[in-house]
T-cell receptor, first 118, second 112 residues
Framework: SAVISQKPSRDICQRGTSLTIQCQVD?????MFWYRQQPGQSLTLIAT?????????ESGFVIDKFPISRPNLTFSTLTVSNMSPEDSSIYLC???????????????FGEGSWLTVV | GQNIDQPTEMTATEGAIVQINCTYQ??????LFWYQQHAGEAPTFLSY????GLEEKGRFSSFLSRSKGYSYLLLKELQMKDSASYLC?????????????FGKGTSLLVTP
């Protein structure tokens, strides 16, 4: 498995500001992803963070709103830009890592960053 | 796109067995995951199926039928701490290469 640390764990943000979330993994991983979970909803993939190149965004998400960096194989950042109350959500970093034994690779999640925009 | 359906809510009694079903429609199927999410916490990995059949892991088992687009999570000897949301997630090839699409989750309440 992989140990994933996210910062900040929680924050209250002012409308119109931007916040950068950091994700640090304890081992090198090829695949890193950013998800969002809005209140009462399931997880939605924002983008795949690609090391050394631009992130791959899912439909409905754009780089200007959610710029992502991936400078190396253990670290990524997600910025939520020009925030509005609709951006209040949990933002989760996830990685693909070996599960151990014969389970092959699986997807693990960080503890999440809980943002409230006021 | 992918359609992933699972019941919204279920209730079961402590010590009993409960089965949470998940149906999906997808192309480029690359595996099905189950996650547990307690309120206020991030999802934690429970199981992964890529081949048909049953995978058993302690009190939790997961089944997959690729031809039917169907999976279930079986929880035995239910405990109060099993009250949580259970998320079915399908991995399929997309523009992102390989990532998960989640169902809306099944909220399980275990009662005494």
């Amino acid at each position: 498995s992989a140990v994933i640390s996210q910062k900040p764990s929680r924050d209250i943000c002012q409308r119109g500001t931007s916040l950068t979330i950091q994700c640090q993994v304890d081992s090198q991983v090829t695949m890193m992803f950013w998800y969002r979970q809005q209140p009462g909803q399931s997880l939605t993939l924002i983008a795949t963070a690609n090391q050394g190149s631009e992130a791959t965004y899912e439909s409905g998400f754009v780089i200007d709103k959610f710029p992502i960096s991936r400078p190396n194989l253990t670290f990524s950042t997600l910025t939520v830009s020009n925030m509005s109350p609709e951006d209040s959500s949990i933002y989760l970093c996830s990685v693909e890592a070996r599960a151990g034994g014969l389970s092959g690779n699986t997807i693990y999640f960080g503890e999440g960053s809980w943002l409230t925009v006021v | 796109g992918q359609n992933i359906d699972q019941p919204t809510e279920m209730t079961a009694t402590e010590g009993a067995i409960v089965q949470i079903n998940c149906t999906y429609q997808t192309s480029g199927f690359n595996g099905l995951f189950w996650y547990q999410q307690h309120a206020g916490e991030a999802p934690t990995f429970l199981s992964y199926n890529v081949l048909d059949g049953l995978e058993e892991k302690g009190r939790f088992s997961s089944f997959l039928s690729r031809s039917k687009g169907y999976s279930y999570l079986l929880l035995k000897e239910l405990q109060m701490k099993d009250s949580a949301s259970y998320l079915c997630a399908v991995s399929a090839h997309s523009n992102s290469g390989y990532a998960l699409n989640f169902g809306k989750g099944t909220s399980l309440l275990v009662t005494p």
